[in-house]
Each structure stands twice: as C-alpha cells, then as structure tokens.
C-alpha cells in the first residue's frame, strides 16, 4: 500500500490545514484558463461549442463523485463499467477511451502501449471541471479524437490565501483524505494540492448468492488504494501573458476480483502491485501585438505498472500473464509520453478566429520480461486549420481541417512499418435566438490510429475469450463520421438541453479467428462498420431552496458488417436525476437516482454468447450539516436500497455503502 506523504501523517499538520481552510477564502471561479481547451469563438463571454459539456467541482462535490470515471456517469451520453482488469472504462455514444482520449489541461493521457485509461485512478479533488467533447472537438487537441475528447482542469488560486481539505471514511474500509493550498500574488500564483483514496474491499448486496470464489459480505482481492500530489506554479507578468509549470504525481495499487463463476474464461487471478504515473508539463500564453496570441505546450509522462498473475484464488503460486512468455509471475511495463504542440491564434481579419495548430509526440513502451527488454517507438504528428466566422448577430460557423501521420520509429522485431496518415474535418452551425434559445448542427469527420498493442501483441481477445495472436504491423486508422442536431433553452429557473445523434464507423479495429499451424489464433484487422445513434435530454431547474434535474439517453449501436455479434457494455436507456434542497438554515439533503437497462454483455463461461445484464435503479442518499462557517459534515449512502448491480457478467458491483465526510473551506 502507498504510504501517505509523511507531511500528511502528523495531527499538527492536520490540524493546520483544519484552521487554514476555515480561515481562508476560496475563488467563486478557480478553473486554470490555460487548462481549458474548446473551440475558439468571437464572443468570450459566451463559449461557442454547445455540444460540449461540462461536469462542475461544485456537482463532483454535491455526488461524492470522487474519481473521473464516477463523475463522468453524471453526464447524458456517457456510461461507465469496470472491465476484467478492474479498470473504470467509460464510453461516450458508444465510443471508449481509446477513442474517446482523456486529456489534463489539454495534456494528452493514456497509457501508450494499449492507449487505455483506468479512469478510476484519476482523482477528481484538484479538478475545477470536466470537459466533455462528444464527436465534435477542438482541432487544437491533436491526432485520434475519433468520438470527441475528455479534458480535466484544474484549479488556479485567486486571492493570497486559499485552501480547503476533506476527510472521510466509507463502508469497505474506505479511507479519504484530501489538502489544498495556494496563492495568487498578482505576478505569480502557487498552488500545492494532495489527495489519496483507499479501500480494503467494498460490500455486496445482501442477497448475493456465494459461490466458489466469492463467499459473499466484502468482495475479495478488491483493495485500492491511490495517492495524487500535485505542484503549479504560475507566472502573469503583464496583460494577459501567463505561463505555468506543473508536476503530478500520482502512485497506486490494487487488487483484482475474482469473477464469481468458477468457470469463467478467462479466470484471472491478478493483482495490480505497482499503477504509477508522473507528469510534467509547462504551458505558455503569450500575445503577440493586438491580433495574435501563441499558447504552447511542452509535457513528459512516464507510467510505470506491473502486473502479477497466479493460478488460484490464494494467490499463492505466480504464472505466466502473457502467452508466449516464460513462466514468470510479473508483467512490468515502462511507458514514455513526451512531445508539445503549438497552436497561433489571430483574430486579425474581422468575424474570424483563426486557430493554426501544430502537435508533436512520441510514444516509447518497454516492455520486461525475464528475457531481454522488448522497445516500440512511436511519433504521431498532427496539423490543423480551425476558423470561427462570425456570421451575424445570430449565426457562427466553425469549419476545421486536420491531417494526421504516424511513423514506427522502432516496431520490435517486426521491421518498419509503413506510415499512416488521417485526415480530420469538421463543420459547425451556431444559431442564437433572442429568447435565450441555442440551436446548432455539426459534422465531423475524425479518427484513430491503433496502438502498440493493437499491432503487435501477441495475445488477443476475441469474442469466445483471450487467444495466441499474430500481430499486424499495417493495421490501419478508423474512420467515424459524426452528425448532430441540437438545441439548449433557458426558460426562468429552468434550463434545458437535447441532441440528437448519428455516427457511423468504418474500418473499425476488430478480432478476427482462423487456423494457423494447426491451432486456433487471433488477429486485429479492419474489418468491423457500426453504426451509434441516439437522443439525449437534460433539464435544470434551480429557485430559492431547491435545485434539481436530470438526463435521459437513449443509445441504438450495431454492427453492420456481422449483424449478429450484438454491441456490448453500454446500456440502451440512462437516467439520472436528482434535487438538492435547503431543509433548513445550515442542513441540505441530496438524492440522486441512476437507472439504465439494455446493456448486452457477453457470459462469463462463453464469451461468444451473450445475456442481458438486467435492468437496475439506484438510490442515493446524503445529508449535509453546515457546523461552521468554512466547516461541513455530510452523511450518507449509495446504493441505499442494496441493490444487485452487475456491468458484466461475473463481477458484482458494490451494495449498500455508507460514507461520512468532514469538508472544509469557505
């Protein structure tokens, strides 16, 4: 388990982060500027893209969302599971987190060897607000936004003195504890933050029926624990310059859960020994004379993990975790991220903001083994062209084109690769009426290139399981074609929000089985076309007392091309809803339902057949006491009925579990 900073264990530095943030004012708008990454627009005040959405601090805070893939099943359009390796997957319209990239202030994040993202690692503490683009996205974000892109921002101090913490405990063994300083001195601004989250287990329903590998009340091998620390400091040296410096560092471990069939394919007995990323990054605005600025970026993140398998549920006995290795309990992976881009920015020629943009990154995976280190090398160039004209008073247009390569600077044993090259486009049309109402429709035109993995790995899954694979070296990018009409309305203390939505997929990166050398192997190819469509509504209402809302999504996907293979892991219906209310002077209550049905998943025992995964509804519970000013004490339960949850087939999800936090600032 990660040890807690030895600054955080002592009850003196306790309680001086208890007395600061009691003392202490905080920023009604903290999000980092730099960090922020939309479609640039000729009015500031208003931003221009609205198929983009937002999650706030104020709602990660008001739902205990504590980590990224928590916060993200807020949103309409968005859903979230946990996979075989005990990661929090997400999919946005039907698209994952490969083709749905993660981003922190506009620094690209995943893991490049497999271009995932375990979004239960991020922590959402120092986040000010989450950016979801969903198909249609900045060309300023670079290469393989193929359905849209998530980006984090942070926080940046406002006054001299600013900070804020939270501690809690949960059912499970849940432990939380979070500490946030900063300063803004007008030249130059410094912000230090830390957070850690951990658990022994987490408790299942009451009415789950043990089995073999699961005798039921805590779910086995289902520890975690994470640990995030952060550093900024910021330079405003005149006008609107800013340049910024940050260091992250985030350290992890966790268990993995047993499926609870005993014969289950595959049956993995794994834990997680080592989950450790660490960032650096610099960002810089500058202007240049009245019509241009120039924002660049520059970032290194280096990810260090391992994986230990074993034969039994006693995790005793380690094996091989990959065909075709030696027998060797440990799989350690060292990955490299490091590149920057450059993007101009001129408002020069009247009703146009003009965005050129230049990204440059290499991709470095090595992997270990007990034989001799294996290195793949990748460079992914992107440039691109985005103008935002400003056609009336009423109507803006945004037009973007963008071109794409990626070279093999080092393929292994596999020689060299051909180059690829992508091309991206994208159209928008904003229309604003005078009674508070928005429409808008957009077309987009993006892609992916395939990862390390994709190409070259040796093990495969497929649809009946994980199979010896032959690696395809020239597989190449996907391809989906966005369409979207949409339309936001404000309407006195309601506010409401719908789209509609079509993608369609070609060349999508898929399995494919056959006979070689007298056994059964996989290999990826473009072989797949899908189709995702849907609808998607939000309401609002906020008055004196009381705020609350909700989101439903209906999401159709199916493949094209084998119609009978159904689409997975994502529901057919999402709802949310909720309402926060003032009981009185100093007390609020929050509760908040989730509901979905639809969602298909393939079977533990064949994963070739497939079941529903059942239709659930989920209530949550939280009552919150204002002790002092700056000082808050809130109780609570998710899943407060107990419900039985399951996102695939053999992983039960979490029952009843209760939590109290204490939480201050002002």
């Known amino acids: 388990m990660p040890a807690f900073p030895p600054f955080f264990r002592t009850a003196p530095t306790i309680a001086c982060v208890l007395w600061l943030t009691t003392h202490a004012a905080c920023a009604a708008d903290d999000r980092f500027s730099l960090g922020e990454v939309r479609v640039s627009t000729s009015r500031p005040q208003d931003p221009l893209n609205p198929a983009a959405t937002t999650i706030s601090s104020e709602d990660m805070q008001r739902f205990n969302r504590d980590t990224v893939g928590q916060a993200l099943n807020l949103l309409p359009g968005v859903s979230v599971s946990n996979n075989m390796r005990n990661e929090q997957t997400i999919s946005v319209r039907g698209f994952d987190g490969r083709r749905t990239p993660l981003f922190l202030d506009g620094i690209p994040v995943y893991v490049p060897y497999d271009g995932q993202v375990d979004f239960g690692r991020f922590l959402t503490f120092d986040l000010s607000e989450i950016e979801v683009s969903k198909g249609f996205?900045?060309?300023?974000?670079?290469?393989?936004?193929?359905?849209?892109a998530i980006n984090l921002v942070t926080r940046k101090p406002q006054t001299t003195l600013e900070a804020r913490g939270q501690a809690?405990?949960?059912?499970?063994?849940?432990?939380?504890?979070?500490?946030?300083?900063?300063?803004?001195?007008?030249?130059?601004?410094?912000?230090?933050?830390?957070?850690?989250?951990?658990a022994d287990s987490y408790p299942l329903p009451h009415d789950f029926t043990p089995t073999a590998l699961e005798d039921g009340g805590r779910r086995n091998n289902a520890d975690r624990h994470d640990q995030q620390i952060s550093l900024k400091i910021g330079l405003t040296p005149g006008g609107s310059d800013e340049y910024a410096l940050a260091i992250r560092q985030q350290r992890g471990e966790k268990g993995q859960p047993p499926n609870t069939h005993p014969a289950a394919t595959p049956l993995n007995f794994w834990r997680w020994p080592q989950y450790d990323k660490d960032s650096l990054y610099f960002i810089a605005d500058k202007g240049l004379g009245a019509t241009e600025r120039l924002k660049v970026r520059l970032f290194h993140d280096t990810y260090a993990y391992q994986l230990s398998c074993f034969t039994n549920d006693r995790y005793s006995v380690g094996r091989n975790c990959q065909f075709g290795t030696p027998a060797a309990p440990q799989f350690l992976l060292d990955d490299t991220v490091e590149g920057g881009s450059v993007v101009l920015e001129s408002t020069r020629f009247t009703g146009h903001v003009v965005r050129l943009a230049y990204h440059l990154k290499t991709d470095t995976h090595d992997e270990h083994t007990t034989g001799p280190t294996t290195t793949y090398r990748d460079r992914t160039r992107s440039f691109g062209i985005e103008d935002t004209v400003h056609l009336s008073d009423r109507f803006d247009l945004a037009l973007s084109l963008g071109r794409d390569s990626a070279t093999a600077l080092t393929a292994g044993n596999y020689g060299n690769p051909a180059d690829q090259a992508a091309t991206q486009a994208q159209a928008g049309?904003?229309?604003r009426a005078e009674n508070d109402l928005q429409l808008y429709t957009t077309l987009a035109r993006k892609t992916r290139f395939p990862s390390i993995r994709e190409r070259f790995s040796q093990q495969v899954g497929t649809q009946g399981g994980m199979l010896p694979g032959i690696a395809n070296p020239d597989l190449r990018a996907e391809t989906a074609r966005h369409l979207e009409l949409g339309a936001k309305k404000r309407y006195q203390a309601w506010a409401f929000e719908g789209a509609l939505f079509r993608s369609l997929i070609d060349d999508s990166i898929q399995s494919v089985t056959f006979q070689s050398g007298g056994r059964m192997v996989g290999q990826l190819r473009n072989a797949g076309q899908a189709v995702?469509?849907?609808?998607?509504?939000?309401?609002?209402?906020?008055?004196?007392?009381?705020?609350?809302?909700?989101?439903?999504?209906?999401?159709?996907?199916?493949?094209?091309?084998?119609?009978?293979?159904?689409?997975?892991?994502?529901?057919?219906?999402?709802?949310?809803?909720?309402?926060?209310?003032?009981?009185?002077?100093?007390?609020?209550?929050?509760?908040?339902?989730?509901?979905?049905?639809?969602?298909?998943?393939?079977?533990?025992?064949?994963?070739?057949?497939?079941?529903?995964?059942?239709?659930?509804?989920?209530?949550?519970?939280?009552?919150?006491?204002?002790?002092?000013?700056?000082?808050a004490l809130e109780f609570g339960a998710n899943n407060a009925t107990d419900r039985r949850v399951v996102l695939m087939d053999g992983l039960p999800q979490a029952g009843r579990t209760l939590f109290a936090n204490l939480q201050f600032r002002l």
């Open 168 to 198: 809690g405990i949960a059912s499970g063994g849940g432990r939380t504890l979070s500490a946030q300083l900063g300063t803004n001195q007008g030249p130059w601004y410094l912000q230090a933050s830390m957070a850690t989250a951990s």
């Open 532 to 631: 995702s469509e849907g609808a998607e509504l939000t309401a609002r209402y906020s008055a004196a007392g009381l705020e609350a809302g909700g989101s439903l999504t209906h999401l159709e996907r199916r493949n094209r091309d084998t119609p009978a293979i159904p689409a997975t892991d994502t529901p057919r219906n999402k709802l949310f809803a909720f309402a926060d209310y003032a009981l009185a002077p100093g007390w609020r209550t929050v509760a908040a339902l989730e509901a979905e049905n639809g969602r298909t998943v393939a079977t533990a025992t064949n994963r070739s057949v497939y079941m529903q995964a059942g239709s659930f509804a989920l209530l949550h519970l939280k009552l919150v006491a204002s002790l002092a000013q700056g000082l």
């Open 429 to 431: 049309l904003f229309y």
């Open 137 to 148: 996205s900045s060309i300023a974000l670079g290469a393989n936004t193929m359905g849209g």
